[in-house]
């Protein structure tokens, strides 16, 4: 590590261009005879990526940890490396969600950095997650007989998985300003009418997850543990309630208890006979030491 600190984060840098260079030349010429201009085209995406996240980084947020970010990007660009010499169509998407993915990242650092100006909109926030969390019930697309994924062209994402940011945030900006029970129960049917939606759409993994993030936040922010017991025995009643509503669910407990009774059944026969013959194992040094 003392060695890592040592080398300037511009030489691991350049170190990390030269190998997916090298790596994705070597891609190119992989075939006898041909070559895979494709691959230097990816090669040289990946770099142009890297260098744009490192200059927008230091653009935009100085002190930012180069070195843990230079281990993030040699796991990327291992990564992108097999992930091209084993299916190209599949690297190409990936490639793209890398963009995507380092684009949010600066988005993001841009945005905490004015946090406290952005928090002021709660309401037009609330507003506009639930409405982004409705839109799936009516042009979702059905994945698992859950309809929680919205398509855009040819790209298709999860709602829930963006509101979810937003809840904890929402929940401890509120908690923050608001310690009295009244004046948290605009926030408790926020999140009730989310967790509500996710219901709707049959994606109770979710659902689940709300509620339990919910309950954790504001245990932690009001320490009212009365109130966040009687919401966990309510989500358990709720738990045992969903699986009569949906078939899906209804069957898919029925498969977990009978795959649980058959590991049981063997487990327990496996018991017997590895204790039955670690007794006859022992057996006869009993009687040896008996005589």
Known sequence: MRLLRRTSAKALLFLIILFELSAFTLLAFRNAGT??????????????????????LRAFFKHVDRYLLIVANVLITIGMI????????????????????????????????????????????????????????????????????LPIGPFAFQPSEFIKVAVIFLMAKWMYEKRRTVQLLPLGLFVGLCIALLVVQRDLGAALLYAGTALILYYVGTGNYRHAWDARTRFGG????????????????DMEKSLGDVF?????????AHGYRFRR???????AGRT
């Open 35 to 56: 070559l895979d201009i494709q691959a230097l085209i990816v090669g040289g995406a990946m770099v142009a990526l890297l260098l744009f996240q490192y200059l927008a």
């Open 82 to 149: 097999v992930q091209y010499r084993l299916d190209p169509e599949t690297a190409i998407r990936q490639l793209i969600w890398i963009g995507v993915g380092m684009l949010f990242m600066i988005v993001a650092i841009v945005v905490v950095r004015h946090i406290k100006t952005l928090l002021r909109f709660n309401w037009l926030y609330m507003i506009f997650s639930i409405g982004l969390l409705a839109l799936p019930i009516f042009f979702g697309r059905p994945t698992g007989g859950a309809r929680n994924w």
């Open 238 to 253: 709720g738990r045992r309630f969903l699986p009569y509503v949906f078939a899906r669910t209804r069957a898919r407990g």
């Open 264 to 272: 049981h059944r063997r487990l327990s026969s496996r018991a017997r």
């Open 281 to 287: 194992a022992f057996r006869p040094r009993a009687y």
